[in-house]
């Protein structure tokens, strides 16, 4: 493009420049004048940026890194794309003075479409900036139809750059198999990555092998790329969160922990980051690892578009995990987790099923406290939440934070609670891999795929029954009950075993408790459920075998 060219296309061009120092404004709004631009307004901080980003669209936003109290310039590009005020048309140049790692990959995790250190001159400004804006202008009609949310449309516009042998067509082709993953065209993606031979590929182009091997579950081939672009580049965060990410499906937590370790001690800024670490470290029952995430998460989102209130309940939980597993933390750990609760009662208290687990949290804080009368009264408070909720305010909550309410429930004897908000979750959900997750916890499974999968782990158990293994029937019921707590038929599957065991013998302590338990989460059986029978049979049958060991 020629220069008379280049100067033409600033003209068309909004530009907000966004500093804290006046100077620095206005030096930078004249030299962007100079380069041509006729549009150029100014904001002091984030806030000021932001408000004026609802007035007006933007072309152009350069914006220093440091801005001041308030939000930095990074957790500007993450306000500004979050409320879509700023197209996929515009470019967003960050400058910065910061030389540190971790501000650094933070950053640039963001994307932002350059990254100048300080100090900017005109002459150091103008070949990135006309860099970023040529290539901005090869992909503007892709980028547009992603403003039209049409990806299909992206997609015909990448693949013309492409065949057109543009001298962009490789950030084309990045576009293109990003376009491509999103719309689970796997296969599709990888032949446009296979453009670049073995042993030549740039780190964007092996991060998407990956995700595509992962979407065709090849996850053995989807490990092996991300494990060698990790040795390879050891402070590629992004394979590590990929590698995370491959692990949790297949059920390796522990291994997807570790990955997150090393990936927050590389880049600790990140939120989203340390709020995977929390959840996976829950998951793992390093309840202490969850406590350091949650708390940055909670003290680095606050007041910003990342901030949600389940940080703030998963913090509260994490910390009385600790509190019953390390009794000696209980004074401090247990005064920071009803703290935490206060904030989010004060922030999100509106929000019936925030307000429920909430309250949940804080019973179980009274319970390890030896408080059983204020933990039943906190508990009781939960249910009210729930009996006067109207069931729409489901729809407007994430589903991750009404399946943990649902488990707080059970976990505190309270089933038709639980279940009572996972059968309306069920009802308005649509991903059949979340209808599954659900019928794990329902007493009834609901679709046919929840329906399948109890049947496929209810068969061992069988298998040992018609053998008369008993043990091994209770064992293996048991097994199945950890993936399926509240399904009822494999309760009372579980509760047949343990009488036939014990037919002729004791009933042992641990075997009573364990049938109680099965009967709690059973609850009461309409007579004219298929199960009433069966229940029935087997509850006097407990009864007789009750009162004949109390009277041994």
């Known amino acids: 493009m020629k220069q008379i060219e280049i100067i033409k296309t600033y003209s068309q061009k909004r530009c907000l420049v966004v500093d804290d120092v ?34 007006h669209q933007y072309d152009l936003v350069l914006a220093d890194y440091n801005l001041g109290a308030g939000k930095n310039g990074q957790q500007l590009l993450e306000e500004l794309r979050f409320h879509k005020l700023l197209k996929n048309t515009a470019l967003y140049v960050m400058v910065t003075a910061e030389s540190g790692s971790q501000y650094v990959l933070h950053a640039l995790e963001y994307q932002p479409d350059d990254y100048l250190a300080k100090p900017v001159s005109r002459d150091g400004l103008r070949p990135r900036l006309d860099a970023a804006l040529l290539k901005n202008e090869a992909l503007l009609n892709a980028k547009r139809a992603l403003d039209k949310q049409n990806p299909l449309l992206a997609i015909k516009a990448c693949t013309q750059v492409i065949t057109s042998k543009s001298r962009y067509s490789n950030d084309a082709r990045k576009m293109l198999g990003e376009l491509l993953i999103s719309q689970r065209r796997f296969q599709q993606a990888l032949e446009v990555y296979q453009y670049f031979p073995a042993g030549r590929q740039p780190i964007w182009c092996r991060l998407g092998i990956a995700r595509a091997h992962t979407g065709l579950l090849d996850y053995a081939t989807a490990e092996q790329h991300l494990q060698a672009l990790i040795d390879e580049n050891a402070r590629c965060v992004e394979a590590h969160d990929l590698l995370a990410e491959l692990y949790e499906q297949q059920n390796r937590y522990q291994q997807a922990q570790q990955v997150l370790t090393d990936a927050v001690a590389i880049s600790p800024r990140s939120t989203e980051r340390q709020r995977e670490m929390g959840r996976i470290s829950l998951r793992v029952g390093d309840d202490l690892a969850a406590v350091h995430a949650y708390r940055y998460a909670v003290k680095h989102s606050r007041n910003s578009c990342r901030e949600l209130p389940e940080d703030y309940l998963y913090l509260a939980q994490s910390l009385t995990n600790v509190t019953r597993a390390q009794p000696e933390t209980q004074d401090k750990f247990s005064s920071e987790a009803l703290e935490t609760l206060k904030a989010v009662e004060k922030k999100y208290g509106t929000q019936p099923v925030v307000a429920m687990r909430g309250r949940l949290v804080e019973s179980e804080i009274y319970r390890s406290q ?183």
């Open 22 to 55: 006046p100077d620095i404004r206005t030096s930078l709004k004249r030299i962007l004048i100079d380069f041509g631009a006729n549009d150029v307004d100014t904001a002091g901080n984030a806030e000021e940026a932001i408000d004026i980003c609802h007035r």
């Open 370 to 552: 030896n408080q059983p009368e204020r933990a039943d009264s906190t508990t009781s408070e939960a249910l009210d939440i729930l009996h006067k909720m109207k069931f729409s305010a489901i729809q407007n909550t994430p589903v991750e934070l009404c399946i943990d309410c649902a488990r707080a429930f059970m976990a505190q004897g309270q089933y038709d609670a639980g279940e009572m908000l996972l059968q309306e979750l069920a009802r308005i959900n649509k991903d059949p891999a979340i209808a599954v997750r659900i019928d794990k916890l329902l007493r009834e499974p609901v679709t046919q795929e929840g329906i399948q999968y109890a049947t496929k782990l209810n068969k061992q158990g069988i298998l040992h029954y018609q053998a008369q293994d008993y043990v091994g029937a209770v064992i293996a019921f048991r097994d199945v009950l950890r993936e399926l707590p509240n399904h009822i038929g494999l309760n009372l599957n579980l509760i047949q075993a343990i009488v036939s065991k014990s037919r002729g013998g004791d009933l042992s302590d641990e075997d009573a408790t364990v049938i109680t338990s099965s009967f709690q989460r059973i609850g009461n059986i309409d007579v004219n459920s298929s199960y009433y029978d069966r229940y029935d049979y087997l509850k006097r049958h407990y009864q007789k075998l009750s009162q004949a060991d109390g009277e041994s």
